[in-house]
């Protein structure tokens, strides 16, 4: 085939550099976002070089601003550190808040980040603007959420922007604790309820959250058994948003061990997942109830993920539900019983079955605090903490990082419905609140702040996925430039 005229061929020779152009940029857009529907980005170390850091917890607006928070504990002292990546680059890690263990951190329909965390046996929760989180004193002043002494639990945002929070608080020196519900429709002005739902949580439980696609909410929590001898689980349920809870909440136990990081969740099928271990058994298992808790199914293992052994006791499961109701959970185990180091584990359940343990993350560390949250219904974000192989128990140390991956799920495609942001206004009588501490805002003193040299995996630079998607693009150009250099010369 000849062409007509040099003019034409360069035409062509021009159109087609501009169409494998735009495909190599769009692989470089994937490169940077993660990876294509279904492959996870490669794990990143986004606390730096801050010791201590561990607890995280991960929020993401639907167009695309990944908010990360964490702990790091040092001298006795815990401040909450965060980073975000509007783009392409995580930013540099800043000091937000003094306190911060068990912080958990949501994004609302106002663009409004919300954090719940702890700071020794006191609650709080605070906000600031997903646009101003990483300026200090856009973080509004912290208000306290518990009456006695309390141990975090799980809180949730809705899409109607009501905040629905579930703790344990102990009043006495009885070792059972109370369980506490609390809601807030405006964050920033007061919490309006708080409600005893339950009296015999195990000292130090952590109480779980979950939220069915009817609206009726779940809290779950650990509880001595009587007649098994054994700590089993219990369920109370709210199908009125919070205002009424059952009466008698519902249990269940085993009697062969107790059980241990429950988590719950409810499927696509408006059936209650509940997830758990044992300690004392390599196998980690799960159960179903189709009638709210009433009643349970046989228990059974999950296919092909073991329990994390040794353990910290900091390897919960994390669950989140997708915009097609799959829960995804993420786990803290193994693929085998002879494996010696615990890994990261995805897996998702579509109501009918597990799918194969997806590894994320294994470099012979130990893992704790994962956490999962989900944007436009389809984007998976993942945070977890690890420590040094020798570090297996304590406070964290040097060798401590948060990292962060994501993935892109085949569910639709589901964007929040933008909320009207409030309107300030006076009220005669403000909602009573617990007192609360002064404002407490960091020190002049700052940890370290430089990019890590070494982690416990290869160093990610965030920088390098573009600069590798650009080389064949350069290339390209290249060689682009050649042919028509020697085409005229031909000619």
């Known amino acids: 085939m000849r062409f007509r005229s040099r003019g034409t061929f360069r035409w062509a020779l021009a159109l087609l550099s501009i169409v494998l152009l735009a495909l190599l940029l769009r692989q470089t857009a994937r490169a940077q976002d993660g990876a294509a529907t279904g492959e996870w980005s490669r794990p990143l170390p986004v606390s730096g070089a801050i010791p201590g850091s561990w607890y995280p917890s991960v929020a993401a607006t639907d167009d695309g601003v990944l908010t990360v928070i964490w ?88 899409a109607e922007g009501n905040l629905h929070a579930v703790w344990a608080e102990k009043a006495t020196a009885d070792k059972l604790a109370q369980v506490i519900y609390s809601q807030s429709n405006d964050p920033a002005a007061s919490w309006q309820e708080y409600h005893v739902i339950g009296e015999n949580a195990i000292e130090n439980t952590r109480v779980r959250l979950a939220r069915g ?112 109701g799959n829960i995804h959970l993420v786990a803290v185990g193994r693929q085998s019983k002879d494996q010696t180091a615990p890994g990261v584990y995805h897996l998702v359940w579509d109501g009918t079955r597990w799918s194969a343990p997806q590894e994320l993350y294994r470099e012979g560390t130990f893992i704790e605090f994962p956490d999962i949250q989900v944007s436009n219904g389809n984007q998976l974000h993942i945070v977890f903490s690890t420590r040094g192989r020798n570090q297996l128990s304590g406070e964290p140390d040097e060798t401590s990082q948060i990292w962060y991956t994501g993935a892109t799920t085949n569910a639709p495609t589901e964007t929040r419905v933008p909320l009207a942001t409030f309107t300030p206004h006076p009220t005669a009588t403000p909602t009573p609140r617990a007192t609360v501490e002064a404002t407490r805002r960091p020190t002049s003193t700052r940890v370290p702040l430089d990019a890590p040299t070494e982690s416990p995996s290869e160093t990610v630079n965030p920088f390098m996925p573009i600069a590798f998607a650009l080389v064949p693009v350069i290339l390209l150009l290249i060689a682009v430039v050649i042919l028509v250099r020697v085409l005229r010369v031909r000619r």
């Open 71 to 158: 702990t790091s504990s040092q001298n006795n002292q815990d401040t909450i550190y965060l980073t975000q990546k509007d783009g392409v680059a995580w930013s540099r890690p800043i000091d937000v808040l003094i306190g911060g263990k068990h912080a958990d951190l949501r994004v609302d329909g106002r663009r409004m980040l919300q954090l719940v965390y702890a700071d020794t046996a006191k609650l709080f929760a605070s906000d600031a603007p997903v646009q101003g989180a990483t300026i200090a004193a856009n973080w509004n002043q912290p208000f306290q959420l518990n009456r006695e002494p309390a141990t975090p639990g799980d809180f949730l945002v809705t």
């Open 213 to 324: 696609a009817d609206g009726t909410l779940y809290a779950l929590w650990r509880a001595a058994d009587r007649e098994t001898k054994t700590d089993g689980i219990v369920v109370s349920m709210s199908s009125d948003n919070g205002n009424a809870w059952l009466d008698t909440p519902r249990a269940l136990a085993l009697t062969d061990a107790d059980i241990l990081q429950p988590a719950i969740a409810v499927d696509a099928n408006n059936a209650l997942l509940l997830i758990y271990n044992f300690g004392v058994k390599d196998e980690t298992f799960f159960q179903l109830s189709t009638d709210q808790g009433v009643t349970w199914n046989e228990q059974k293992t999950i296919p092909g993920l073991y329990a994390a052994n040794p353990a910290t006791g900091n390897d919960y499961f994390a669950v989140a539900n997708d915009s097609a």
